[in-house]
């Protein structure tokens, strides 16, 4: 289950395997390793992987369903909008 959520997250943002290494310092093989099941990040490396894709470890270990949003540094009206954005694609997702 971790496997494909990295590879989606990673595919989702166009990067390369190289390029997730290289944010979460890691080699490539690792993120391979990964992606196909064949390992498990460390904590620290969840934790890292977390960071770069803006999802809680909950959601990489498959706890939680919901990806999360990181806003900070957004201001009121910019969060205001966001919602307003998510809740018009959650409505048009139920008609």
């Given at each position: 289950m971790?496997?494909?959520k990295i590879k ?8 390369s395997q ?8 890691v080699?490539?093989n690792g993120?391979?390793s990964?992606?196909?099941?064949l390992?498990?990040p460390?904590?620290a490396c969840l934790?890292?992987l977390?960071?770069v ?12 369903s ?9 201001d009121?009206k910019e969060?205001a909008?966001?919602t307003?954005?998510?809740?018009m694609l959650?409505?048009k997702?139920h008609?």
């Amino acid at each position: 289950m971790i496997a494909q959520k990295i590879k989606k997250l990673r595919e989702a943002r166009n990067w390369s395997q190289a390029e997730l290494a290289r944010r979460v310092d890691v080699t490539r093989n690792g993120v391979n390793s990964w992606e196909q099941g064949l390992s498990m990040p460390s904590p620290a490396c969840l934790v890292e992987l977390a960071k770069v894709f803006s999802v809680s470890t909950d959601y990489l270990l498959g706890i939680e369903s919901l990806e999360r949003v990181n806003v900070s540094g957004l201001d009121s009206k910019e969060v205001a909008l966001l919602t307003e954005l998510a809740d018009m694609l959650r409505n048009k997702d139920h008609k």
